[in-house]
């Protein structure tokens, strides 16, 4: 799956923003000056794949008047296409909705969406913080992570620029770790390496 676009509105004090994404094969640079929004870019897609990594509160804008209630949206589509597609529809949508009355919790409501075209999307599931139903906010970063294979925290780490540039300075040894540990490396070697074994067991047998 890769990004095919991204809008919210109620954050911080942008108007409500839509961005598109390059298709298959197409790389996207976000530039601009301080302020310019590069960084709120990264922490709305980290906020609605539910990224331990990214602060909600961040997110509010600090010019409400008193007693505002701050209400706030972002939607993240994905287009299901690609190496890391899965079984589910061509277009696969994720959406919060933020809610804080003044003086309370931040309430968040995650849904997800998926349609044959980005015009054309249905909701198929909600999830939302004690759901009796067992569709709280755990179960929403589990599906994300196993079902959609999108892991919340190392696709925002990808995004975040502040942690690609503390990639960039590190040593091969400790850049290599980082990833091991993201990716499971040392799990898949050892299967391989069982899988070895195992294979080299069976010609020994098959030779007797």
Known sequence: MIPYSLQFSGIRDYKPVKITFGGEGEHVLISGPNGAGKSTITF?????????????EGLRSANLRP????????????????????????????QLLIKQQPSSVIQRLFKVYTGDSPEELKEIATYRSGDQNQRNLS??????????????DMFYLIWYQKEVNQFATMSPEERFRRFSEMYHIEEIQKEWEISVENLKELEAELQQ
Do not use: C
């Not at 209400?71 to 277009?91: C, K, M, Q, W």
């Open 44 to 56: 709305v897609m980290g906020a609605v794949l539910y990224s331990a990594k990214v602060d909600i």
């Open 67 to 94: 007693g505002q209630i701050w209400n706030a949206e972002i939607l993240l589509t994905f287009h299901n296409i690609g190496s890391s597609r899965v079984d589910a529809a061509p277009y696969i949508a994720f």
């Open 139 to 152: 179960m929403y970063r589990d599906d994300l992570q196993y079902k959609y294979k999108i892991h919340p």
